[in-house]
């Protein structure tokens, strides 16, 4: 059932991001070049503001309950081509140009294995086995 | 810091998915033709057994709280051309043949409206605002 309010965030002009319970909303950073998807993180309110205030991805880590700026520590930054947001307004994508990789492991995506049907199960394999750098030498662990 | 456990997860070839407190992952689906991100919703496990298993997309619910044959009412399904995994394994990309509109207000991708600065904060634009369906035509409210 819709509701007025529904209405106003899904067919409006202004800007209501819909945080969680967790004051996040869910991000999808895609390559603005190939379309990939290079990774799925979170923004809360102060990382958002300051990703459209800057145009550079920032976000917010659940594991260290700290706000981040994308590459911070590793200087693969990312420059934002494109923002949207999706019906709900519960949703961020982002195209960017990324410097470097964008995951931890070295590798340009996040989303470097395949899932498939198995043995009724399902099974990885590698997209892109190897990666760009050696995450110890970037991060030092 | 790493732990034996993340190394197995990260370059492992089992598929482990981890699921949030709620036992959902984040699914991002893009348009296997265009690239475009059609929408960000959730898998249970059974979405997600049942998205591998049939090659069409499963999700679940939060708002109804049930799982969800994507296009069940509408017949606007989703045939899963690839899926991947991330890092570690809590968030699920599938790129998809999308038939008629993934977005409930019929339109084919629900970021269907643009985040830009403005006066110090954001406003919103329309990258499509008309869509291709009358949504009350096809779910009747």
């Not at 550079?56 to 700026?69: N, P």
Request: proline share 1%; with cysteine.
């Amino acid at each position: 059932m819709s509701t007025s309010a529904d209405q106003d965030r899904e067919e409006g002009l202004s800007f209501s991001p819909k945080f969680d319970a967790s004051d996040l909303l869910t991000c999808v950073a895609t390559d603005a070049a190939s379309g990939e998807v290079l990774m799925v993180a979170h923004m809360n309110e102060e990382a958002l503001r300051k990703t459209v205030a800057t145009g550079e991805a920032w976000y917010y880590s659940r594991s260290r309950q700290a706000l981040w700026r994308k590459g911070e520590t590793s200087g693969h930054v990312q420059r934002v081509v494109e923002m949207r947001t999706d019906c709900d307004q519960d949703a961020i994508w982002i195209r960017v140009e990324q410097t470097g990789a964008a995951c931890h492991t070295g590798r340009h995506s996040c989303f470097y294995r395949k899932v498939e049907a198995a043995d009724g199960g399902a099974r990885l394999s590698f997209v892109d086995a190897t990666g760009q750098f050696d995450p110890k030498a970037v991060y030092g662990k």
